[in-house]
């Protein structure tokens, strides 16, 4: 945990009833979830959904137009500045400088969220091992592909060890032995204890890691229907029963 | 972790982004030198200069130099959303905005080291006259100016026309801070120098460069908040 975490942590996120607009335009209507401590939930749908939307939300950027979000038994108000660091995000956008190098990147954010000395050094080590980007701390980021810079942008996510991960498209340009790396690392992530909302449209990836699935549509929940199909048949079912 | 030590981080962050790119500084630079040559032109005429259009001509500078500058600063940060990222971290907000705001600081003190000998070379403004006056003036004039700058280009920076709109909002609210820098420059520059004026003028900047500060940090996390 990081010194600036102290005293704050949950095991419970509970959405209740959120509801979200961008002035005339309804992004969320009256959701509900709870993830818990040592789950990964999947976030579906297709594009313009809410899915973004929900994520802003939980992460604390965006404010619920009405409806509220527990974190453990608080609201984001009563934890204060200490919950954003039990949260890491993973955006659609890397979070990362092109012109630092990837050591200074993750040193830079570490710092950020109250890591200093030797502790964030070995994080950052093990951070660039994970990423497999050991060899190349020392480079710039401008001068990554895109799938090593979002290889870099998870372990930034990770640096600090949120209780809370909110990922965004994660697999977006990783190769197959990336995505395998990052399935064992979310795998890992669960062990821990910690909660993962994770939204993907890689829903064959997804299926072997996820413990639970929501859909949205419309910036409303819908249901998975059960049964034996793989999941992308199930969701796609449950998209065309809503639309 | 202080708010000063969060905001030592992100201007030593900025600030080695920039030794790196030279994006601004060159740029801040070039422009300023630009501007004071074609000034030069208009306002020298046999080798004597328009009375007071020194100081004119330099607060003119910095404040174009300036904008330039402003603009720039938060459209790294807009780039790879690493504006998102700051204020997704346990940081207090202002802390974002007081190292964005020094980092502005450093670099337009760099731009006025360049500029100061030029303005006494073309205009032959006696710059070393009252030396800890005008870098007084220069300062203090150049917080006013940064204090309210930072804050908009904050503020605009989720507009699509934000290079267009950031002057038109930020000249009108500047300009006590700039009347007061210039009118103290002109003081020092007169063939009569009047320093008790240049007292008042430099008394005047602290009072509004503290109100403008302590407004742009009370603003900043509502501002920011959506």
């Known amino acids: 945990m990081s010194a600036r975490a102290d005293g704050c942590d949950f095991d419970v996120v509970a959405i209740e009833n959120v509801s979200r607009h961008y002035g005339r335009r309804r992004a969320l209507a009256g959701v509900s979830i709870e993830c818990r401590a040592g789950t990964i ?25 009405t409806g509220l979000i527990r974190y453990g038994t608080r609201t984001p108000g009563e934890w204060g500045d200490a919950l954003r660091a039990r949260i890491g995000v993973l955006g659609h956008d890397l979070f990362l400088y092109g012109d630092l190098t990837a050591r200074e990147n993750l040193r830079f954010f570490g710092r950020l969220y109250g890591l200093d000395g030797a502790v964030l050094e070995t994080r950052i080590d093990e951070a660039l091992d994970r990423a497999a980007l050991s060899a190349r701390g020392h480079d710039r980021v401008s001068g990554f592909s895109r799938g090593m810079r979002q290889r870099l942008a998870v372990e930034r996510a990770l640096l600090h060890e949120p209780r809370l991960v909110l990922f965004d498209e994660p697999f977006t340009g990783l190769d197959d032995a990336s995505v395998e790396r990052l399935v064992q690392r979310l795998r890992e992530l669960r062990a821990s204890g910690a909660m993962v909302v994770m939204a993907t449209h890689d829903l064959d990836i997804a299926e072997g890691v996820i413990d639970d699935a929501v859909c949205l549509h419309g910036g409303r929940l819908v249901p998975i229907p059960d049964g034996g199909d793989g999941l992308r048949l199930r969701y796609r079912r449950a998209v065309e029963a809503a639309g | ?155 605009l920076t989720r507009v699509s026309s934000r290079d267009v709109l950031l002057p038109v909002v930020l000249y009108p609210m500047t300009l006590p801070a700039l009347v007061g820098g210039m009118q103290g420059t002109l003081w020092i520059f007169a063939a009569e120098p009047n320093y008790a004026l240049v007292q008042n003028w430099l008394a005047m900047l602290v009072f509004f460069d503290a109100v403008f500060l302590t407004l742009a940090l009370w603003s900043f996390t509502p501002v920011m908040s959506e």
């Open chain 1, 41 to 65: 939930l999947g976030l579906f749908g297709p594009n313009g959904a809410g899915k973004s939307t929900l994520l802003g939300v939980l992460s604390t950027l965006l404010a619920p137009g």
């Open chain 2, 1 to 155: 972790m202080g708010i000063l030590r969060a905001a030592w981080m992100i201007t030593r962050k900025d600030l080695v982004v920039e030794v790196r790119s030279r994006e601004l500084i060159y740029t801040a630079v070039f422009f300023a030198i630009s501007c004071l040559l074609i000034f030069a032109f208009a306002f020298v005429q046999d080798g004597r200069t328009v009375e007071h259009a020194p100081a004119g001509i330099l607060w003119v500078t910095i404040v174009f130099a300036g904008t330039l500058v402003l603009g720039r600063t938060f459209e790294r940060e807009r780039q790879a959303e690493t504006l998102r990222a700051l204020l997704l971290s346990p940081i207090e907000r202002p802390a974002i905005y007081l190292g964005k705001l020094f980092s502005l600081l450093i670099v337009l003190a760099g731009v006025q080291v360049v500029l100061l000998p030029l303005v006494a070379l073309l205009f032959g403004a006696p710059v070393l006259r009252a030396p800890f006056m005008l870098a007084g003036l220069l300062a203090l004039g150049t917080i006013g100016f940064a204090t309210v700058g930072t804050l908009f280009a904050a503020m």
